[in-house]
């Protein structure tokens, strides 16, 4: 019972002074002080005269067409194409059977949103 005593305290010794060791080792190789003095932010190599030029060079662009998407059946799924009717935007990879009768006519003819995000709402109102 002695022996197990004596090898638990050794053991236990042995660890602490390992991670001590380890501890000390860590710390003098990265001191927070010097991390953070050598670094040299970017908002500090920027001129005030440089930040106004490249502001005044960016004009807000306004939007003087909006995007349109039409949502179609083919081939029993759903292919969502862009406002000229003949490129794929996105490949729904669901059947037109996931509908109503209703929509499905719809759909056949082909149906036009303003942007993807109402074809997503409107997705996922029917399947979900």
């Known amino acids: 019972m002695k022996k ?3 090898c638990l ?3 236990l ?3 602490v002074v390992c991670l001590l060791t380890g501890y000390w080792v860590t ?3 990265v001191s927070p002080e010097s991390a953070i003095s050598n670094t040299i932010f970017e908002t ?3 001129t005030e005269n440089q930040a106004v030029i490249n ?3 960016i004009e807000p662009r306004l939007k003087t067409e909006t995007a349109a998407y039409y949502l179609v ?3 029993g799924y759903l292919l969502v194409f862009s406002q000229d009717q003949s490129t794929i935007c996105l490949y729904t990879h669901i059947p037109i059977t996931d509908f ?3 929509e499905q006519e719809k759909l056949r003819a082909g149906i036009w949103f303003s942007t993807m995000m109402e074809i997503y709402n409107y997705l996922e109102s029917y399947t979900s």
């Open 27 to 29: 710390k003098s190789r």
């Open 4 to 6: 197990y005593g004596i």
């Open 73 to 75: 059946s083919e081939t």
């Open 13 to 15: 010794s042995i660890g």
């Open 55 to 57: 502001q005044k060079e």
């Open 9 to 11: 305290l050794l053991f």
């Open 100 to 102: 109503p009768e209703q």
């Open 44 to 46: 500090e190599s920027v």
